[in-house]
């Protein structure tokens, strides 16, 4: 009998459900228009912080969904999971940017808010790698 042949997109997104669903609703908070926000004045760095913790969520489940790569001695798999994950959180945050910029009326792309995203990928990434060393 054949061994069942897994399609690419299959492959890609067998264990990424987690990471998928963190970015739609990363991708729902963002996309608001600013008339759904609350008009309170906010605490300075306040937004900043709940960038990086969204995006430190985003790339632990995003690289969480290759953990098997880990498991194995190949540090192959390893460096390509890790590169992975950290290039999609991060051109994710840009991408949101740019959607709220370009598309969401009342909000503003900030490279502020982008530079808080790539903290807080490296952060998710840094945790993963803390949890995995735990396991290990």
Not at 9 to 14: A, D
Not at 22 to 31: N, S
């Amino acid at each position: 009998m054949k061994p069942r042949s897994v399609n690419p997109l299959e492959r890609l997104t067998r264990n990424s459900y987690p990471g998928i669903l963190c970015g739609i609703v990363i991708l729902i908070l963002t996309g608001l228009p600013g008339s759904y926000l609350p008009h309170v004045k906010p605490v300075v760095g306040l937004d900043k912080v709940v960038h990086t913790l969204m995006y430190a969520t985003f790339a632990f489940l995003c690289i969480w969904g290759y953990r098997k790569q880990f498991v194995s001695n190949d540090k192959a798999y390893r460096k390509r999971a890790l590169i992975l994950a950290v290039v999609i959180s991060i051109a994710y945050g840009g991408l949101t940017e740019i959607i709220q910029e370009t598309l969401v009326p009342g909000r503003v792309g900030d490279w502020f808010d982008f530079l808080a995203d790539s903290i807080g990928t490296c952060l998710g990434i840094y945790v993963f790698h803390l949890f995995y060393r735990h396991k290990k």
